[in-house]
């Protein structure tokens, strides 16, 4: 009886619980593989799969497997001084289970090769990979450790002894770094409110610690992809390549800017998010990074079922932009560049700046399985000037035609003779 009920527990435990797929990174080198549709998805197994598989067909495959990655570990550039420089390089920063995939191609055509050197040793190394050529064979070597650095010599190494032959390489783990993983299972939550003192304003003077973020639960996630700084939330996905900061030298006939790139310091590349009224998202957002330089806010206020960006303050200077930004509820924020301007002494600008707004509950910005909203590009097709250009354009013309018309009409009798009129009296010289 207790056993039966064990089971009947030990099922339901099952059945109510989601699993959580590890999603190492992975790196493919030696042939063109498809792109990754979106930074933000993960590549399921099965399309991992059918990749692995159309490369099988023409190559032999190689397959390097360290015992636990993460995307920030691939994008440490001190640490693969030799796979920096191979060009075409396909990177994924996640796909589930990269080796079950591979288990499931071998299944199918043939077994895989095991091999377990000893890369701190070169000669066994070197003797270790010293491989037939042969076309559809997967060969897998175990690294079994973390050491990225002997990883980068060894698969160096191979790449080379397979010079001749048609190989793809693999680079990935068993397993997503332990800390990574547990972030992915941990359940979603939501930040407490801002605790916003309603004499505070978000002016030139205002100091972070004011709107009480120290009291928020710290829960973030950052990742370089593609030279992207990628910033995740629970209520935003933020994502931008860099952001620079223009100071005027001193007033003159030449505007002369002393021009610096902001970054974010290494250990405290987080976004945070408080809420302008204290209760809800409806009251409007300020966005928080902590960078070299100070405290930067971006701030979002809903206007019309649209989400307005009112400013940039930085440096105790609000930034304002010269365009008004307005972005859909259902559309994320995509801009090839935003500029701020703090009357005629600063500019701040964001390149490839890319916003999502998370505002349903069931919606999480640490899931990774979530799909960003369609762009809402702010690119301006009809400008201001653009605009007046047309209007006057427009106006020329009218009067053009009104005079060519009155021209064209001089000497033309419009007004019709009467039928009971008598005949007019033409004047002739006979």
Known sequence: MFSLLSFVLVTKILLVSAKVTSSPPVLIWGTDTPKTTSIFRPVITKQFERIIANLQKSNMIVIYLASELAAKDINCD??????????????????????KAVDRVSRK???????????????????EMELPCKQGQIHAFSFN???????????????????????VHVYTAYTEEDRAFRRRQAQKTRPAPLKMDPSKSLGPSTNVTDFGFGEMPQRFSYSLVDNMTVLRHDMVILSFRNILWAKK???GAWNRYNRTDVVLPHGREEVQVGLLNGRDIYGGIVLVMDTNRGPLLVELVPSQSNWFLTRIIFGNNSHYLRDLVFFGFEFSLCCTDITGYAADTEILTFFDF??????????????????????WSCSMFMTPTVAQSLFVGLIILILLWMGMA?????????????????????????
């Open 354 to 375: 890319y916003l999502d707004i998370l505002w349903r509950d069931k919606d999480n910005g640490m899931d990774l399985n979530y799909e960003v909203k369609p762009c």
């Open 78 to 99: 001190v640490c693969f001084p030799y796979l920096s420089k191979i060009q075409p390089m396909n990177y994924y920063s996640q796909v589930e289970e990269p080796l």
């Open 406 to 430: 009155m021209i064209l009409n001089i000497g033309q009798n419009r007004i019709l003779q009467n039928a009971n009129d008598p005949d007019l009296h033409i004047k002739t010289d006979t």
């Open 249 to 251: 030298e001193r007033p």
């Open 109 to 127: 055509t043939g077994e895989i090769y095991w091999h377990y050197p000893v890369i701190t040793e070169i000669r066994r190394l070197e003797l």
């Open 145 to 167: 450790d973390r050491n990225v650095l002997a990883h980068d010599a060894a698969m160096a190494m191979a790449t080379y002894q397979f010079s001749d032959c048609p190989v």
